[in-house]
């Protein structure tokens, strides 16, 4: 267990559909990232908050964006949902941005039909 | 752009066996490294990490690693692995200071008892 958590554990969407993914953060974790792990891929960074602000990009569209929250929580909003955006969505917490071990959570499973 | 490229996708050994799993990134710069691993049905969770000091770094549950900056490699290493070792393994890197962590694509390890 790493303090992490996420909700929901599964998701079924249809294309076009809209999308939010929420995740709880160890207390006194200032940093969230977000990660999409397709199968029988790593994880790839989605974008990272450092204290409700977005700290950093990957390669994904603006349709994805995020939330962070006072309370240590987070979200992942996704529209205009694609049949290639079925994957596992991971959010990991750390102490700091890009310095420090990233505990991860179990991930929603999305799946866009 | 960084880049992670693992070797095997798929490693079948029987127990006792040693182990030794390639990782090679691309970056010019200082680098922290790090091998996450995925028990079936756990979180993704960090085995160990590099940031700076010895490259040859010890993790948990016996595992080791060895960071060779001329080679650009950072190779997981267990001298007997037990059927418990049995998990999906995650290279990955950030750039020093940088957000975003890049993984590799993972090795599936099957340890046969």
């Known amino acids: 267990e790493t303090g992490v958590t996420q909700s929901p554990t599964h998701l079924i969407k249809t294309r076009g559909q809209q999308v939010t993914l929420r995740c709880s953060s160890q207390?006194?974790?200032?940093?969230v990232s977000w990660y999409q792990q397709a199968l029988g891929q790593g994880p790839q960074f989605i974008f990272q908050?450092?204290?409700?602000?977005?700290?950093g990009r990957g390669n994904f569209p603006p349709r994805f964006s995020g939330l962070q929250f006072p309370n240590y929580s987070s979200e992942l909003n996704v529209n205009a949902l694609e049949l290639d955006d079925s994957a596992l969505y991971l959010c990991?917490?750390?102490?700091?941005?890009?310095?420090?071990?990233?505990?991860f959570g179990p991930g929603t499973r999305l799946t866009v039909t | 752009a960084q880049s992670v490229s693992q070797h095997n996708h798929h490693v079948i050994l029987s127990e006792a066996a040693s182990l030794e799993l390639g990782c090679n990134y691309s970056?010019?710069?200082?680098?922290?490294l790090f091998w996450y691993v995925q028990y079936p049905g756990q979180h993704l969770q960090l085995l160990l990490k590099?940031?700076?000091?010895?490259?040859l770094v010890k993790g948990i549950k016996g595992f080791e690693a060895e960071f060779i900056k001329s080679k650009f490699s950072f190779n997981l290493r267990k001298p007997s692995v037990q059927w418990s070792d049995t998990a999906e393994y995650f290279c990955?890197?950030?750039?020093?200071?940088?957000?975003?962590?890049?993984f590799g694509k993972g090795t599936r390890l099957h340890i046969l008892p």
């Open positions: 990955a890197v950030n750039a020093w200071r940088d957000d975003k962590i890049i």
């Open positions: 590099y940031f700076s000091g010895d490259p």
């Open positions: 908050y450092y204290r409700e602000e977005e700290n």
């Open positions: 970056y010019g710069g200082t680098v922290n």
């Open positions: 990991a917490s750390s102490l700091l941005a890009g310095e420090d071990e990233q505990y």
């Open positions: 207390s006194g974790h200032n940093t």
